[in-house]
């Protein structure tokens, strides 16, 4: 079975620009959640969708937002990029069947902005 | 404020020695807690799941256990390897939350050969 995948590996933008990363959950999971991996800061919850909607949100200003499709893979977005933008960002998935539920993470995007 | 925190945040020991890693957290109303492990640059792998309703919880040489009543959770790494050098992660789904982890930093583990 797959594991949750991220794409791209690394991508490296400019200040002001925009920023587009993807998710796809493992087969059967419905909800997707995005965490920021600063460096220095830790992780920390960005976004949670499930069922094609956005449910919750992190600490996090509306410049960051991103959508779920139907067929549950994701995409973060990032406008007016930011020096301190530039982190790791984790995505994972989890079976709806409460939130109890494991978490699965994939390898993550490394976002640089110079 | 719902927060984990690990203590502490660098750990070096010699191979083959028993080590323990320690979480706290300030609610005791929390559904689980999941310990991870991070290589560098690289994503999260899942370690170990413990339930609320649960003590503890086996997998190979690691052992995590879970206290809510003092809120706290200890990973045991028993005969510590090289290959287990990484960033150990715990983090903590509260109730009345959206299921989102909250996570501590982290300790970072060097086994030495």
């Known amino acids: 079975e797959a594991g949750v995948t991220q794409s791209p590996t690394h991508l490296i933008k400019t200040r002001g620009q925009q920023a587009t990363l993807r998710c796809s959950p493992i087969s059967g999971h419905t909800s997707v959640y995005w965490y920021q991996q600063a460096l220095g800061l830790g992780l920390q919850f960005l976004l949670w969708?499930?069922?094609?909607?956005?449910?919750n949100r992190g600490n996090f200003p509306p410049r960051f937002s991103g959508r779920q499709f139907p067929n549950y893979s994701s995409e973060l977005n990032v406008n007016a990029l930011e020096l301190e933008d530039s982190a790791l960002y984790l995505c994972?998935?989890?079976?709806?069947?409460?939130?109890?539920?494991?978490?699965?993470f994939g390898p993550g995007t490394r976002l640089t902005v110079t | 404020k719902q927060e984990v925190t690990q203590i502490p945040a660098a750990l070096s020991v010699p191979e083959g020695e028993n080590l323990v890693l320690n979480c706290s957290f300030t609610d005791s109303a929390i559904y689980n807690l999941q310990w991870f492990r991070q290589d560098p640059g690289k994503g999260l792998t899942s370690l170990l799941l413990?339930?609320?309703?649960?003590r503890e919880q086996t997998s190979g040489r690691l052992n995590a256990s879970l206290d809510k009543s003092s809120g706290r959770s200890t990973l045991y790494i028993a005969a510590s390897q090289p290959g287990d050098s990484a960033t150990y992660l715990c983090a903590a789904i509260y109730g009345g939350s959206q299921g989102n982890l909250i996570f501590g930093k982290g300790t970072k583990l060097s086994v030495k050969p």
């Open positions: 969708y499930d069922e094609g909607e956005e449910r």
């Open positions: 994972a998935s989890r079976l709806v069947a409460g939130i109890a539920r494991e978490q699965y």
């Open positions: 413990i339930q609320s309703s649960q």
